[in-house]
């Protein structure tokens, strides 16, 4: 069993509503990412947070918003998205980036597919 | 940005043959990982390799990692159907940089 818990598994929603995915580790990870994965694709980085700061913003849309309320938490909240949207969204966390000797092994929920009809 | 070149892009064979998938760059990692993905799921490390001509084994899955940090390849022997999957190499630049992943062998083994 993945030690990486995301929610839903699966979200369908129209253009207009607002929606969040949520991610829960507790390996202590200091480190917690979300990537967006299409099918037969690698998984592309959207968002990493580092001890809890939003590090790295992969140019990411703003309909498309992160929030780390604590070290184990990662959501992921949506807001008129476009169905090219459309994608399984994958959360990872590993050790923080930069630690000595880390090789930044990521653990992947099983993700959240959605829909945006 | 670093490109990690991964070749094939898909195999199809057959319960009990070999396979070997192959990860390139350019440039330098300092540490390369190897992932499989079964659909539906999300990616599962399997390896992580450091050391210049480092070779690992996980049961029938043979890992190398070239002498120049550089270049890595996957052998599975005797591949069975519960080998089918998505397999991703991806590399770290350096402690600091952010996972380069390459763009997926999709394995397929038929009984």
């Known amino acids: 069993d993945t030690e990486v818990t995301q929610t839903p598994k699966h979200l369908v929603m129209g253009m207009t509503n607002k929606k969040s995915l949520k991610c829960e580790q507790h390996?202590?990870?200091?480190?917690m990412y979300w990537y967006k994965q299409k099918a037969k694709k690698p998984p592309e980085l959207m968002f990493v947070?580092?001890?809890?700061?939003?590090?790295i913003n992969e140019s990411v849309p703003s309909r498309f918003s992160p929030e780390c309320p604590n070290s184990s938490l990662l959501n992921l909240h949506l807001h008129a998205l476009q169905p090219e949207d459309s994608a399984l969204y994958l959360c990872?966390?590993?050790?923080?980036?930069?630690?000595?000797?880390?090789?930044?092994?990521?653990?992947f929920g099983e993700g959240s597919r959605l829909t945006v009809l | 940005t670093q490109l990690l070149e991964q070749s094939p892009q898909f195999l199809s064979i057959q319960e009990g043959e070999n396979l070997t998938v192959y990860c390139n760059s350019s440039?330098?990692?300092?540490?390369l990982q190897w992932y499989r993905q079964e659909p539906g799921e999300g990616p599962v490390l399997l390896v992580t390799?450091?050391?210049?001509?480092e070779v690992k084994k996980l049961k029938r899955l043979t890992f190398q990692f070239g002498d120049a940090r550089k270049d890595s390849s996957l052998h599975i022997t005797a591949a069975q159907p519960g080998d089918t999957g998505l397999y991703l190499c991806?590399?770290?630049?350096?402690?600091?940089?952010?996972?380069?992943f390459g763009a997926g062998t999709q394995v397929v083994v038929t009984p």
């Open positions: 990872a966390s590993s050790q923080a980036p930069g630690l000595a000797g880390g090789t930044g092994e990521l653990f």
């Open positions: 390996m202590g990870h200091r480190a």
């Open positions: 947070y580092s001890y809890e700061k939003l590090s």
């Open positions: 440039s330098v990692f300092s540490s």
């Open positions: 390799v450091v050391t210049g001509g």
């Open positions: 991806a590399g770290a630049p350096d402690s600091w940089g952010k996972l380069q």
